[in-house]
């Protein structure tokens, strides 16, 4: 709520809000977005979706090349199956294809912005998929659903805390509560980064759950790392997932299924991860290391796991193969030895890394008069910003699992939830 005006802090936060002073707020907001998506957008034509009645119809928001999408298709591929035949049917792109139309989940509409990131995620998702290249400020109606996703941006803030939904600027997590309160599907999992724990010293993560919450939803967020998950790399990550509050599913977290506890399995090694391709590691992205790249350790043994995959071939952490890096002082490492035991991780190791299957395909624009390091840096972003496909596959298991059992809840109340007003009590 928005308070007398004092330079950078006019969106300090009004303490104590109630729930009800929350949704009105909220309402008030998305029917202020929603009217300028009525203007700007310019697709009129009601488009016809291809849904399933006895599946889980999903929409994909920020969909990227679709690595939180296809791991939630998987979990729901383990909920019908069963994860040993699951994993069997991974390892061959035309076995998992005849097979996945046997997920409870089944994707329905996509958005992005990322041109390249689209056509990857054409070449991997069936043609049925309706995809729109474009803002998601301008998309007018969303389709009804039963699961939203999506890793929205993390919102700007200032330090004085701003009550998000009533800052004049554009929040992009709010077109995901605008899709919450059109189409009010069953379920919802987002996802963002670690850092949106500590904004405005806690406060930005408070108010976001406190918006997602108005919206109808039991709202439920953890910071889990990837590595624990089966994923070879330390990877932190906040995932925020909402259960309709008319359904009685008391969703959880899922436990680590790796670490170094007694009954879990080890983590899984870069040897183990990409070992098999030193010898055919494909293309990666070359070039000189800045003194920021070489202000800290960038490579790791082959026995531990890959740091964070970032969204940048320049960033790219280095190949575990060669001599360790060295550290001189502070903020100063160097590479020693010979220049050919150190390169970038190529981005077949990477996808391997974000635990992609060798099968998925990335676009890098098919432009050949582009430069090949700029074109492959296209590819770098993607699967950068992408979620694992095997810790997607993880969080959205409890909902598959429940799900399986209780369709015909879902079904029963999908009929009454999609012809509720946008704007509802």
């Known amino acids: 709520m928005k308070i007398a005006e004092r330079g950078r802090a006019k969106f300090r936060p009004l303490k104590d809000y109630d729930q009800q002073q929350v949704k009105n707020l909220l309402i008030d907001k998305i029917q202020e977005e929603q009217a300028k998506a009525q203007l700007l957008s310019d697709n009129d034509i009601v488009e016809s979706f291809d849904r399933h009645t006895q599946k889980l119809n999903l929409v994909s928001l920020f969909s990227g090349c679709g690595g939180l999408d296809l791991g939630v298709e998987i979990a729901g591929l383990d909920a019908a199956l069963g994860k040993e035949k699951t994993n069997e049917l991974l390892k061959v792109r035309d076995h998992f294809l005849y097979y996945r139309s046997s997920s409870i989940f089944h994707t329905i509409y996509s958005v992005d912005m990322f041109k390249e990131a689209n056509q990857s995620y054409q070449l991997n998702f069936p043609d049925t998929v309706i995809q729109h290249e474009k803002d998601i400020r301008q998309i007018k109606d969303f389709p009804n659903c039963d699961i939203v996703l999506g890793g929205f941006p993390c919102p700007g803030f200032s330090e004085a805390g701003p009550r998000l939904i009533d800052d004049e600027r554009n929040f992009l997590y709010i077109h995901f509560i605008r899709c919450l309160m059109q189409t009010k599907p069953s379920f919802f999992i987002a996802e963002n980064v670690k850092g949106m724990l500590t904004l405005g010293k806690g406060e930005v ?15 439920k967020y953890k910071l889990v790392n990837a590595r624990d998950y089966g994923v070879p790399q330390m990877r932190e990550r906040v995932f925020i997932v909402g259960v309709r509050e008319d359904l009685d599913f008391d969703y959880q977290f899922p436990e680590p299924t790796h670490g170094l506890e007694e009954g879990l399995l080890p983590y899984v090694t870069l040897k183990e991860a990409i070992g098999d391709l030193e010898e055919n590691p494909g293309e990666w992205f070359e070039g000189s290391y800045s003194p920021m790249y070489l202000s800290r350790n960038r490579k790791k043994a082959w026995d531990e796991q890959s740091f964070t995959i970032q969204a940048s071939g320049r960033q790219a952490p280095l190949h575990p193969g060669g001599e360790a890096m060295k550290k001189l002082g502070k903020d100063q490492w160097i590479l020693p030895g010979e220049k050919s035991q150190h390169r970038r991780l190529s981005v077949k190791e990477i996808a391997r890394i974000q635990t992609f299957p060798d099968w998925f395909l990335f676009s890098d624009g098919n432009n050949v008069s ?34 399986t059992k209780n369709l015909n809840v879902i079904i029963d109340n999908r009929s009454i939830t999609h012809q509720l007003n946008l704007f509802d009590e």
């Open 205 to 219: 993560i408070k108010q976001i759950i406190q918006d997602f919450e108005s919206a109808g939803y039991v709202v």
């Open 370 to 403: 582009v430069n090949p390091n700029n074109r492959l840096d296209k590819i770098y972003k993607q699967i950068g910003n992408a979620v694992p496909v095997e810790l997607a596959r993880a969080i959205a298991a409890p909902i598959a699992q429940w799900s």
